[in-house]
C-alpha cells in the first residue's frame, strides 16, 4: 500500500518514542523500512532507511560465491582519498563511469571477478549516487547483513516529509536491483592488527566517557593502595601536567599505530578508514594508559619518598 504524503508527514511527526521512531513507507516497487534516531528531548538526530539484503535480493542470474557479508560502502570522495590513491595507499575499484567514480567512493574488501560490476550495476549506481547527492553521509551494501543509507538532520527541527519521500524514492531504486550473492563461507581478510586496535579503542572509550570519573578513581584509588593522603594525593598542578602529557603520548601513539596498520593494509580500497580507525584508537587508548602509568608513577615515587623520610 502506497504511504501518502500526509500519512508520512504524520509518522514522522510522531513523539513519546523513547529511542527513535521505526515504520515502512509504502513504495510501488515495496517497502522501505524508515529508522528515525532520537535525542533526550525526542528531536530527530538522524534517518536511516534499511532493508535485509537476503530478503532483497534478486535470484534470477547466477553469481560467483563470495565472502558474505559483502561489506560494501560507499560515500562521497574526497581529498583524502584522492590523496591516497594517488600515493598507493588504497585501490579502489572503478565502475568505468567517470562521473560516479568521481563523486563515489567505493570501499569494499576484494571479491571475485564480475562480482562488483554485478552488485553495482548501472541501477543500483544511480541509485547509490541519487541517495548520496540527496545528503546521505553513506550508503551500505551487505554491511551485517543490511542496505542503509544514513541521513542527518538538522538539529531540533522537523525532517521534511518530501526529503524522506526522495529518500525512499531512490533506496527502493536501489533494493529492487541488488543481485543475490551465494555465501562462499570464507572470510574476508581481517584488517591489520585488528586486535590491539579493538582492545585500546574499548579502553580509549570506557576513559574518555568516564572523564573526570576516571581521573578521580585513578588517582583516589592508587593514593589509597599506597597509603598516601586521599584528600589531596596530587596537586592540581601537577595533575594538570600529567594530563597533558598523557595527551602527547596519546598523539604519540596515534601516529604509530596508524602507520602500521596503513603499511599492512596498503593497496587495500578500506586502508584510509582502517588508518583513520587505528589513529582515534590509539589516541584514545594511549592516553587513558598513558595518563594511569604518569599517575602510579607519581603516587609511587611520592609513596617512596615519603617513607624514607626521617
Not at 32 to 47: K, M, Q
Not at 93 to 102: K, L, P, R
Request: charged fraction near 20%; glycine fraction near 12%; aromatic fraction near 6%.
Amino acid at each position: 500500500m502506497l504511504t501518502t504524503p500526509e500519512q508520512l508527514a504524520a509518522r514522522l511527526a510522531r513523539r513519546g518514542e523513547p529511542g527513535g521512531r521505526a515504520f515502512t513507507v509504502g513504495h510501488a516497487s515495496g517497502g522501505v523500512a524508515v529508522e528515525v534516531s532520537l535525542d533526550n528531548d525526542d528531536d530527530p538526530t538522524g534517518v536511516t532507511l534499511w532493508a535485509d539484503y537476503e530478503a532483497v535480493a534478486r535470484r534470477d542470474g547466477k553469481l560467483p560465491a563470495a565472502p558474505r557479508p559483502l561489506g560494501i560502502t560507499l560515500g562521497r570522495e574526497g581529498m583524502a582519498h584522492r590523496e591516497a590513491r594517488a600515493s598507493g595507499l588504497v585501490h579502489e575499484w572503478q565502475t568505468g563511469d567517470s562521473e560516479f567514480d568521481a563523486f563515489v567512493y567505493v570501499d569494499a574488501p576484494a571479491a571475485p571477478p564480475g562480482l562488483m560490476e554485478a552488485v553495482l550495476n548501472p541501477p543500483v549506481r544511480a541509485a547509490c549516487e541519487r541517495l548520496l547527492r540527496r545528503g546521505a553521509l553513506w550508503v551500505q551494501l551487505d554491511v551485517e547483513g543490511r542496505v542503509a543509507a544514513r541521513f542527518a538532520t538538522s538539529p531540533g527541527e522537523p525532517v521534511p516529509a518530501w526529503h524522506v519521500a526522495e529518500w525512499a524514492d531512490a533506496f527502493a531504486l536501489l533494493q529492487s536491483h541488488l543481485p543475490y550473492v551465494p555465501a562462499s563461507g570464507a572470510a574476508h581478510a581481517p584488517p591489520p592488527l585488528q586486535r590491539l586496535v579493538s582492545a585500546l579503542g574499548w579502553v580509549g572509550k570506557v576513559g574518555w566517557a568516564l572523564n573526570v570519573v576516571y581521573v578521580g578513581l585513578l588517582v583516589g584509588g592508587t593514593a589509597h593502595l599506597l597509603g598516601l593522603d586521599v584528600e589531596d594525593p596530587l596537586p592540581a598542578l601537577q595533575l594538570l601536567g600529567l594530563v597533558l602529557l598523557s595527551l602527547g603520548l596519546g598523539a604519540g601513539l596515534s601516529h604509530a599505530l596508524g602507520e602500521a596498520v596503513a603499511r599492512r593494509a596498503r593497496g587495500r580500497a578500506d586502508a584510509l578508514r582502517l588508518r583513520g580507525r587505528a589513529r582515534w584508537a590509539g589516541f584514545g587508548g594511549g592516553s587513558v594508559l598513558g595518563l594511569a602509568v604518569l599517575v602510579v608513577g607519581w603516587l609511587l615515587r611520592a609513596a617512596t619518598a615519603r617513607q624514607a623520610a626521617p
